[in-house]
Each structure stands twice: as structure tokens, then as C-alpha cells.
């Protein structure tokens, strides 16, 4: 069974950095991916940065390429996304999400999720 585990998030002020975690277990192999995705209220999901864990291959959003990167963990079941430079715009649920195969950063492309993070922007 397929388990997503998310967890750093909270307040920041416009400018600062957060770092979200994200941990997966159930796949036997490395052929699958880890993304972010967020929703703010009112709005629709939508994918933030993703990362294929066999060979680290990257997709952002315009929004926040330059500022956020994800990355691999030493546990290679774990990834990350480094947030700099935050802007009120950033404030969402975020969540992590995950599924086997070669993955782009689609919502509909993602089977498994956590329960999502709050990150909240404000000064």
C-alpha cells in the first residue's frame, strides 16, 4: 500500500523561506514521481514542482521557478521543496502527492496523496 506523508509548512513573511517534506512508501522500485501541488481558496490545484526519482528529471511552474526546487533526499524515498523568496501569492494547501511510472506535473497524472500543509504568506 502506497503511503504520502507531507509535513513542514506554516507562516512566513513575504521573503522567507519554508521547506516541505514529503516521504512515500509502498513502491518497490524507483520508477515513480514525487510532486507538489497546492490550492488556495477558491481556486483549483495546481502542480508546483515535480520530480521523477529515477533520475531526478524537474518540472515548475512559471509562478515559481527561480524560487522553489525540488529535490531527491539522502533517503531516496523522500523529496523536498526548497520555497525562497515567498510571496503572499504562495499562501495555499499544499500537498504531496505521488504515482508509478514517468510523470510530468498533471494533477490527473497522481493516484496517491497526503493530506496537505498549510503555508501561509503574510506580513
Known amino acids: 500500500q502506497v503511503q504520502v506523508v507531507e509535513s513542514g509548512g506554516g507562516l512566513k513573511q513575504p521573503g522567507g523561506s519554508l521547506r516541505l517534506s514529503c516521504q512515500v512508501s509502498?513502491?518497490?522500485?524507483?520508477?515513480?514521481?514525487i510532486g507538489w501541488f497546492r490550492q488556495a481558496p477558491g481556486k483549483e490545484r495546481e502542480g508546483v514542482a515535480c520530480?521523477?526519482?529515477?533520475?531526478?528529471?524537474?518540472y515548475y511552474a512559471d509562478s515559481v521557478r527561480g524560487r522553489f526546487t525540488v529535490s531527491i533526499g539522502n533517503a531516496k524515498n523522500t523529496a523536498y521543496l526548497q520555497m525562497n523568496d515567498l510571496k503572499p501569492e504562495d499562501t495555499a494547501v499544499y500537498y504531496c502527492?505521488?504515482?508509478?511510472?514517468?510523470?510530468?506535473?498533471?494533477?490527473?497524472?497522481?493516484?496517491?496523496w497526503g493530506r496537505g500543509t498549510q503555508v501561509t504568506v503574510s506580513s
Open positions: 502527492a505521488t504515482a508509478w511510472g514517468r510523470l510530468r506535473c498533471g494533477v490527473h497524472e497522481y493516484d496517491y
Open positions: 509502498g513502491f518497490t522500485d524507483d520508477y515513480y514521481g
Open positions: 520530480i521523477n526519482m529515477s533520475d531526478g528529471d524537474t
